[in-house]
Structures are given as C-alpha cells and as structure tokens.
C-alpha cells in the first residue's frame, strides 16, 4: 500500500523561507516522479515543482528563482525549499509520488502554507 506522508506547514511573514519535506513508501521500485502542487482558497490545484528519474525538474513560472525541489532518491524523499515568500503563496501544499512515468498519482494530506504581509 503506497504511502505520501508531508511534513507540516507553517506560518510565515512576507519575505521569509520554509522548507517542506514528503516521504513515499510502499513501493519496492522506488517512485518515478515526485512533486507539489498547491491549492489556494477558491482556485484550482497548480502544479509548484516535480522532480523525476528522467532527470527532469520543472518549476510554475510563479515560483522559479524562489523555490528549490530536491530529492533523496534512496530515501524516496522529496524536499520543496521556499525562499522570498509571498501573500500569494499562501495554499495548501499537497505532494504526490508515481511508481511510473504514466501511472496513477499518490497523493499526500497537505500542508498549510501561510504567509502573512
């Protein structure tokens, strides 16, 4: 049974960092892609930041120069490090995990983001 567990969130004045951190497991290959994405109140969930085996990295235009993806591939792991945060990026942070490039997408619980002018 596949598991995505986040850490929490917080809050966090304008200007400030915040570093988020997912785990999968259950999955004995490993996962393909792990990622965020990001749900604000009345708006749809958007993609942050993904990370793959491919390699490949992609970022939304929002927040690139200003948040890092890593990841501990041995520990199937996945980091969302947030520099010079914004009102804007104040959302539940949710990650998700896929064993392979085209297979269904694990979802974690989500993390409250909040960030505060």
């Known amino acids: 049974q596949v598991q995505v567990v986040e850490s929490e969130g917080g809050l966090v004045q304008a200007g400030g960092s915040l570093r988020l951190s997912c785990t999968a497991s259950?999955?004995?290959?490993?996962?393909?892609?792990m990622g965020w994405y990001r749900q604000a109140p009345g708006k749809q969930r958007e993609l942050v930041a993904t990370?793959?085996?491919?390699?490949?990295?992609n970022y939304a235009d929002a927040v690139k120069g200003r948040f890092t993806i890593s990841r501990d591939s041995a520990e199937n792991t996945v980091y969302l490090q947030m520099h010079s945060l914004k009102p804007e990026d104040t959302a539940v942070y949710y990650c998700?995990?896929?064993?392979?490039?085209?297979?269904?997408?694990?979802w974690g619980q989500g993390a409250q983001v909040t960030v505060s002018s």
């Open positions: 990370t793959s085996r491919s390699p490949s990295t």
């Open positions: 998700y995990a896929r064993i392979t490039a085209w297979g269904r997408s694990y």
């Open positions: 259950g999955s004995t290959s490993g996962f393909h892609a």
